[in-house]
């Protein structure tokens, strides 16, 4: 059974570019839930993904976006860096939204730092 | 609304001796919750999960944690620590049957020899 997995690993970009990050589900996984952690905080839920559809989504402005495929794997967007952008990007992929989906199974994150 | 607060950033132990890592929760309906570990450099692992079943939840690597409606509270505990546990846990809430996680700020704990 494939894991989590994440790319790049590490990113380094600009004020005002635009970054895109890629996660690949677990196997037999179709939800994706995409969290920010900041250095020295918990994660915070950005939004999930159920079935290509947007299935919920937390306190971030629209710059952030993504995309579900029918693989079940997901991007992350971010349009218009800013420099509190700078953080650890943690996908997690669960087996369905609903009742007893909340086990959810973390990628080894993506480093995002802004310049 | 649910929310976590861990009641400490840092935890402090000798090797051998018990740990204790503190988390209170608030959620308005009936919780699911979590305890997730993360070592440096790599992903979350989840250690334990409470879902409305046994209060007593056992976890891996001898962790357990207890679900006291009363206290709303879900602290994490184990009888003897190892030099291996040394890392950031974190306590989660989420409302049972939907898949937001809701987490704490995080208690790093430290073990020394």
Redesign the interface.
């Known amino acids: 059974e494939t894991g ?1 997995t994440q790319s790049p690993t590490h990113l380094i970009k600009t004020r005002g570019q635009q970054v895109t990050l890629r996660c690949s589900s677990q196997s037999g996984h179709n ?1 994706v ?1 995409w ?1 920010q952690q900041a250095l ?6 950005i939004f ?1 993904y159920y079935r290509e559809e947007e299935n ?1 989504r ?1 306190n971030f402005p629209p710059r952030f976006s993504g995309l579900q495929f029918p693989n079940y794997s997901s991007e992350l967007n971010v349009n218009a860096l800013e420099l509190d952008d700078s953080a650890l990007y ?1 996908c ?1 992929s ?1 087996l369905a ?13 993506t480093r995002l730092t802004v310049l | 609304a649910q929310s976590v607060t861990q009641l400490d950033s840092h935890v402090s132990v000798s090797e051998g001796t018990p740990v204790l890592l503190r988390c209170n929760y608030s959620s308005s309906y009936s919780p699911s919750l979590f305890w997730y570990v993360q070592h440096p450099n790599k992903g979350l692992q989840l250690l334990l999960k409470y879902t409305s079943a046994a209060t007593l939840v056992k976890g891996i690597n001898g962790f357990e944690a207890e679900f006291k409606k009363s206290e709303t509270s879900f602290h994490l505990t184990k009888p003897s620590a190892h030099m291996s546990d040394a890392a950031e846990y974190f306590c989660v809430v989420s409302l049972s049957g939907y898949s937001t996680l809701t987490f704490g700020k995080g208690t790093m704990l430290l073990v020394s020899p």
Not at chain 1, 40 to 45: D, H, M, R, W, Y
Not at chain 1, 104 to 109: A, E, K, L, T
């Open positions: 989590v939800t839930s969290y020295g905080q918990g994660p915070q839920f999930q919920g937390g943690l997690a669960s939204a609903g009742w007893g989906a909340n086990e959810q199974f973390f990628g080894p994150g």
